[in-house]
């Protein structure tokens, strides 16, 4: 998982609440990034980071939220407006948001919304 | 649009037998392509990343190919282990389009290894 870790593995939340995800990584990179991944899917891009301070919308970003204060950090908040929240998050970084670079990805955490 | 066909869609063999994953990409311009194995549960992790100049990169057991030309890419597993059962994800990254962040994932190709 190369310095890039996930909390918690395991989330369940009620319907309507928010929910933060954590990803935090030791390796020094610039770019970070959030994907959803779903049974028999591609990974999907939720947002992306590529420097502090800032970040994009992925290609599905709506009822989802980021931040990105510390270069380390990169907290994903699923809020009430995700229609279909239930899924395994996962976390990624490269050393620089260029598709040349090789994306190293966290544990992952498996989010339950009943 | 940009597209990663991955086959099989999942495979079982026996252990110590040998096998090919294919990818089928339309993505352009092309950057490079990456296999990555993520384990049950886990996050994917890199095996080989192949620019347009190379057309075979191996890594232990796990051989990669790439023909830029017909847009194809395979890896082949020699020597099958246990621990090789996992799902084989093939990510084509573009010059430009793409996702946001200029890749397009393959869905995946689920490979179980029996005793």
Known sequence: DGGITQSPKYLFRKEGQNVTLSCEQNLNHDAMYWYRQDPGQGLRLIYYSQIVNDFQKGDIAEGYSVSREKKESFPLTVTSAQKNPTAFYLCASSIAQDRVYEQYFGPGTRLTVT | ?115
């Open chain 2, 1 to 115: 649009k940009n597209q990663v066909e991955q086959s099989p869609q999942s495979l079982i063999i026996l252990e110590g037998k040998n096998c090919t994953l294919q990818c089928n990409y339309t993505v352009s311009p092309f950057s490079n392509l990456r296999w990555y194995k993520q384990d049950t549960g886990r996050g994917p992790v890199s095996l080989t990343i192949m620019t347009f100049s190379e057309n075979t990169k191996s890594n232990g057991r796990y051989t990669a190919t790439l023909d830029a030309d017909t847009k194809q890419s395979s890896l082949h597993i020699t020597a099958s282990q246990l621990s090789d059962s996992a799902s084989y994800i093939c990510v084509v990254s573009a010059q430009g389009g793409g996702g946001a962040d200029g890749l397009t994932f393959g869905k995946g190709t689920h490979l179980i290894i029996q005793p």
